[in-house]
């Protein structure tokens, strides 16, 4: 099983804001057991998709920083389900950004409708501890429609601001 | 902030009861108190008081009275 939780970024101002999307694929495994004849989203993986949307504007923000990790839940709410089949959009708001840790307001919404928040707090791993060849697929997607919609812009690349 | 307003302030960053945290508790003491509770306390001072910590101030706290005369030092304590 994959764990990327996030299909694809419509737009970033890296270390201030994102919008991503989640198809909530009607045959996901977990819909087995989570729950039988009453198939929704974990609370915990809405909680991921938001830790893993706001970790991207993070790392687009400085990627020398390192790979963003969720170090603390400070809070969690959920107030409606998500349903198999249902198209999330799941929005990070960076409100602290520091060398050593960043605080994110997260929510998702399904139909408009706000489903899920989280406020969440991140540490910073150092990129070398990860898989020298890793490449985040999801950004990559994202920077290069990007550039087939606008052309080449050095400034979009990962790790610095944009203009 | 008061001094017995701070001492809430660093139980409920360390989730410590509050009648456990005086200023001669040390780090040793808050079972919170690791890496995470170091980011958090980063947070809470950043987000709280607008006050950033630096690499070194995090390494020279021993105990609550070292964040109590960080609280002091920028002003943020009455006594």
């Known amino acids: 099983m994959r764990f ?10 890296p270390g201030k804001h994102i919008r991503a999307i989640k198809h909530v694929a009607p045959d996901e495994d977990y819909f087995r057991d989570h729950f039988p004849g009453f198939p929704v989203v974990p609370g915990v993986l ?11 504007c993070l790392e687009m923000e400085d990627a020398a920083r390192g790979r ?14 998500v349903r198999p089949g249902e198209l999330a ?11 050593r840790f960043a605080i ?4 998702v919404e399904v139909n408009g409708q706000e489903v899920a928040s989280a406020d969440l707090l991140f540490t910073f791993i150092p990129a070398t ?21 606008r052309g080449p812009n050095p400034a979009s690349m990962l790790g610095t601001q944009p203009s | 902030m008061t001094r017995i307003e701070a001492l809430k302030w660093i139980a409920d960053i ?8 005086t200023p001669d508790t040390p780090r040793s003491d808050i079972q919170a108190w690791d890496s995470l509770g170091v980011l958090t306390l980063m947070a809470d001072f950043d987000q709280t008081f607008g006050i950033i910590l630096s690499d070194e101030e995090i390494q020279c706290m021993k105990g609550v009275n070292d964040i109590l005369e960080i609280l002091r030092t920028n002003g943020k304590l009455s006594e």
């Open chain 1, 4 to 13: 990327i939780l996030i299909d694809e970024i419509l737009e970033v101002n």
């Open chain 1, 46 to 56: 809405l909680t991921e998709m938001m830790a893993q949307t706001a970790g991207k």
């Open chain 1, 68 to 81: 963003s990790m969720l170090g603390r839940i400070n809070s969690a709410n959920f107030r409606t389900w």
């Open chain 1, 89 to 99: 959009t799941i929005v990070a708001e960076i409100r602290t950004s520091r060398p």
């Open chain 1, 104 to 107: 994110a307001h997260c929510y």
């Open chain 1, 129 to 149: 501890q990860f898989a020298h060849d890793f490449r985040d697929e999801v950004v990559e997607r994202y920077l290069a429609a990007r550039t087939l919609q």
């Open chain 2, 14 to 21: 360390f989730e410590e009861p509050a009648d456990r945290i």
